[in-house]
Nanobody, 126 residues
Framework: HVQLVESGGGLVQPGGSLTLSCAASGYTGSSYCMGWFRQDPGKEREGVASIDTDGTTNYADSVKGRFTISRDNAKKTLDLQMNNLKPEDTAMYFC?????????????????????WGQGTQVTVS
């Protein structure tokens, strides 16, 4: 059983920064991809960034150049550094993990490909 726990969300002014963290416990899979998604109430879950075990990354166009995803395989942690935050970044942010069932770009477009999810952490930019 895999448990993912996010932290680091909060309220920030436009242009500000936040770092989200995700701690994994249990069997996480040596080859598992990890990713960040976000969701507003009434909207579909949207892929933000994904990373595989060798550090290859993929980002949604809306966050390229502003967000940086990173992972520590030994510590089983995943981070998302978010800079120059905009009001449209406001959402619940979720950590996810799963085996590589497609390219990172494909997995970012398809939340249904991910096996494990955290409970989410709220980010509000206002």
């Amino acid at each position: 059983h895999v448990q993912l726990v996010e932290s680091g969300g909060g309220l920030v002014q436009p242009g500000g920064s936040l770092t989200l963290s995700c701690a994994a416990s249990g069997y996480t899979g040596s080859s598992y991809c990890m990713g960040w998604f976000r969701q507003d109430p009434g909207k579909e879950r949207e892929g933000v960034a994904s990373i595989d075990t060798d550090g290859t990354t993929n980002y949604a166009d809306s966050v390229k150049g502003r967000f940086t995803i990173s992972r520590d395989n030994a510590k089983k942690t995943l981070d998302l550094q978010m800079n120059n935050l905009k009001p449209e970044d406001t959402a619940m942010y979720f950590c996810a993990s799963g085996p590589p069932t497609g390219t990172l770009a494909t997995m970012l477009r398809k939340p249904q490909l991910w096996f494990n999810w955290g409970q989410g952490t709220q980010v509000t930019v206002s």
